[in-house]
Structure formats: structure tokens, C-alpha cells
């Protein structure tokens, strides 16, 4: 299986900008379509970005299109989220997530379709 760890989260003012990244260890991260998520306080986890195996597509929510943008090196096993833009209702811990399976089963935005995740990383925007 594979271990994912987020990395690049922190405090920021509202207009600047953040890089994630996701390091995978254990398999080739071009075995997986990936995923970032995020979960607020007090709130459910909703999909962020995604991004099949060798990015030929990629998947954002409404609220972060034209903002983030989600990218993958796979010879570096690291998939990232360029966050720009941020607003303090992007304030949330982010996770990214690993699918391992049919790419006609593969549903971006669905998270119970991921069998791995990170711990996540916190991203505070302050106003």
C-alpha cells in the first residue's frame, strides 16, 4: 500500500498563496489517481482537486476553480496543490488521497472511492 504525508500548510493573510504537497512512499504514485480534500471546523470534508494517473485531466470544486491548481511528478512521487488567491473560507485541514483501481470506476469526487489518505496539513487564512 502507499503512505502519503502532506506538507506546506500554515498561516497566511487572505490574498496570498500556498503550495501542498504530498509525498508517497511505498508504491509508484502513477498506480493512483489523487485527490486533495479538506475539512473545516464544524464541517464535513468536501472535495478540493483531483488528478488522474498521468494528469491528463484534471477536477476542481467550484469554489477553487481558477484559484488552485492541482499537479502531479510522478518520477518525484509528490503531487501538489498551487493554492492562490486564498480566502479565509479556505481555512481548513487538507488532505490528499490515494485511488487505487478502475479508471471507469474512478469518480474524483467522491471520497469514500479513496483507500488512502494523509494525515492532513492545516491551512489557516487570516482575513
Known amino acids: 500500500q502507499v503512505q502519503l504525508v502532506e506538507s506546506g500548510g500554515g498561516l497566511v493573510q487572505a490574498g496570498g498563496s500556498l503550495r501542498l504537497s504530498c509525498a508517497a512512499s511505498?508504491?509508484?504514485?502513477?498506480?493512483?489517481?489523487m485527490g486533495w480534500f479538506r475539512q473545516a471546523p464544524g464541517k464535513e470534508r468536501e472535495f478540493v482537486a483531483a488528478?488522474?494517473?498521468?494528469?491528463?485531466?484534471?477536477y476542481y470544486a467550484d469554489s477553487v476553480k481558477g484559484r488552485f491548481t492541482i499537479s502531479r511528478d510522478n518520477a518525484k512521487n509528490t503531487v501538489y496543490l498551487q493554492m492562490n488567491s486564498l480566502k479565509p473560507e479556505d481555512t481548513a485541514v487538507y488532505y490528499c488521497?490515494?485511488?487505487?483501481?478502475?479508471?471507469?470506476?474512478?469518480?474524483?469526487?467522491?471520497?469514500?472511492?479513496?483507500?488512502?489518505w494523509g494525515q492532513g496539513t492545516q491551512v489557516t487564512v487570516s482575513s
Open positions: 488521497a490515494a485511488y487505487y483501481g478502475s479508471s471507469n470506476d474512478y469518480t474524483p469526487q467522491t471520497g469514500s472511492g479513496y483507500a488512502y
Open positions: 511505498g508504491r509508484t504514485l502513477s498506480n493512483y489517481a
Open positions: 488528478i488522474r494517473w498521468y494528469g491528463s485531466r484534471t
